[in-house]
């Protein structure tokens, strides 16, 4: 990776610890965006979501 992944800005205000929400980082490698989405809950709930490419912050070049 070029730089530190954030969280996307769907999640920014939440916890998705939590929080029935998937946890959702994007950075670049290269040239390229790279997303990561991973399922944090501590109750070990089943989510299911849906990703936009316009939820990804701002900045980030792809």
């Keep these: 990776m ?3 992944a954030l969280p996307t800005r769907d999640i920014l205000f939440r916890d998705p610890y ?3 929400v ?3 980082l994007a950075s670049t490698v290269n040239e390229y965006t790279v997303i990561a989405i991973m399922n944090m809950n ?4 089943r989510i299911s ?3 936009r490419l316009d939820s990804m ?3 980030l070049s792809g």
């Design 57 to 59: 912050l701002t900045g």
């Design 42 to 45: 501590r109750d070990g709930l």
């Design 49 to 51: 979501e849906e990703f």
């Design 18 to 20: 939590n929080e029935a």
């Design 2 to 4: 070029n730089e530190p």
């Design 22 to 24: 998937l946890l959702k």
